[in-house]
């Protein structure tokens, strides 16, 4: 089997860790267990017993997932290894071979990978810069046909930051129902939204949906690698038997803290963390685009940890990304690796301080290309 390179991972595998100033992650600055766990839950952290628990994750966990949406149990839900794992295997379990799948684009490609090296063929409709980086209901019935198993949309997305609105959710339901066909969203940014209520989850609106979810990213705490799947019972089961071929059980460690955070009043605690730290640096981020308006504009972000870009010189975002990595020590993401040039991505959830130096070298940079 052949796989495209996941650009997007590999550059950040590469470099992220060893760069001054990483402004190329989605999430928010992440949480240690001090900061999280009161000191009761850290003793009891120390009580866990490392075994290998459920294969489908804890049954109180998933319960506690199930309680976020309406009339769902824990039949309805498995705890994967990071939303990663859940993406790949909703689509070891729901697509084959000869599959049409719509995806919606710019779009994190994991889903878009893995879909075509397994065979299945990817039509993609792109989210217009020109609607807040949304959709055109005419183009997603334009892309869905006789063959289509699957339409899949991140929301909040990744990597605009445009939430969809609640008609387009909406229309997107509406197109899928008429069709019988699967709806999957990544939601693993919902609940950063910066100045609006969080929006229903697609799990809750349609019969046939699929969610991704995580504590990765609006939840600030992606080192637990816990994510999961909520849909209905029969492709849950199905995703289960995926998953006893792949990781087996998530961490015991991880399952225990996920359960205390994905309770409703600790969930609102950390998703108002992470919203005070982006939107205090999406203040800035604006000041400095205002300030540099002759080279760069953007669409806001309306949730989550990233804002994408466009700036006006010629140079290709690829070269332009590490060019600034490796003579000003600042790393962003290309628009190159979402298949969109001149476009570069960069995470706000980073402290305001450490946002501020980057920027700074890279309005720096950028303007002694121009001289
Ligand atoms: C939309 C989206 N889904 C899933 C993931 C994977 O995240 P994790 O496995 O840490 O939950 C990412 C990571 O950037 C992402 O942006």
New binding site residues.
Partial sequence: MKIEEFTLERIQSLYENTVEYNLSD?GVHPYSLRELLTPEQQSQVLDVELGYGWTNGRTELRQAIANLHPNRTPEHVMVTN????A?FILVMSLLEPGDELVVFVPN?L?IWGWARAIGVTVKEVLLREELGWTPDLDDVRKAVTSRTKMMTI?NPN?PTGAVLSRETMDGLVGIAREHGIYLHA?E??KGAELDQDEPPSFADLYEKAIV?N?L??AMAL?GL?I?WLVGPVEEIYTSWQRKDYTSITTGAVSEFVAEIAVQPAKRQEILSRSKRILRENLALLQRWVDANGDLFSFVPPKAGGMAFIRYAMSMNSTDLVHRLREERGVMLLPGDVYGMDRYIRIGIGAPAHHLEAGLERLAAFVRAQAT
Avoid: I, L
């Avoid at 990071?82 to 794992?85: P, R």
């Fill in positions: 989605s990071g939303s990663a794992e993406n994190y994991q991140c990744n990544d693993v940014y991704t995580g990765s990213k992606p690698r994510g």
